[in-house]
């Protein structure tokens, strides 16, 4: 059950709803698309038993902010001009339906700093995804890319054991 509940948050983290799943599944042949018209099915019914219990998982809050701006503009607005300025932290760790809902809230000023270390990226697992980093610049072409080189936190032998361990991930960093 486990297995289906983290594939059911992806598919969220993806901004795929049961629907299109089920379309998507029903194209495919064979015994794989047996079992993904089953798992299809099972993903509508866990979302449509949510929503009859008032219920949301963590997957869900990402999932339907985006659904509601992208359904009610003035809704949308009303955020928009709320948050004129955003500062994401964290961001090697946002998965495809934060950052989409990142982009729909900077839209009307377009004021965002986002601060990322893909050394640090720890949350593959839970939908994490690094290309957030990679398509930042494709989105804002005036944004300005700052790299921090100095350290006030950590001393010398930490940072050089750190960085000696970092040089096994060589040659999938962005600093390379």
């Known amino acids: ?6 594939h059911f948050n992806k598919l969220k983290d993806e901004l795929i709803e049961p629907q299109s ?10 015994e794989e698309g047996l079992k ?6 099972v993903y509508l019914q866990y979302q449509e038993l949510l929503l009859k219990n008032n219920y949301m998982d ?4 990402s999932f ?21 300025y955003i500062l994401v932290d964290e961001f090697q760790d946002t998965n495809y339906a934060h950052f989409q809902l990142i982009l729909k809230l900077k839209r009307e000023h377009g004021n965002i700093t986002v601060v990322g270390d893909d050394d640090q990226s720890i ?14 610049e494709n989105h804002l072409k005036d944004a300005k890319n700052i790299v921090l080189t100095q350290n006030y ?19 999938d960093r962005l600093e390379v």
């Not at 339907?64 to 809704?75: F, I, M, T």
């Open 1 to 6: 059950i486990y297995d289906l509940l983290n």
């Open 21 to 30: 799943y089920i379309e998507y599944a029903a194209k495919i042949d064979g």
């Open 36 to 41: 993904l018209k089953e798992i299809a099915r």
């Open 58 to 61: 963590f997957a869900d809050l």
């Open 64 to 84: 339907y902010a985006n659904k509601l701006l992208a359904k009610r503009p003035s809704c949308l607005k009303k955020y928009q001009n709320k948050y004129k």
């Open 123 to 136: 949350y593959k697992w839970r939908g994490a995804s690094l290309s957030n980093i990679l398509q930042f």
């Open 153 to 171: 936190r950590s001393g010398k032998n930490i940072l050089k054991s750190a960085y000696d361990l970092i040089q096994n991930n060589n040659p």
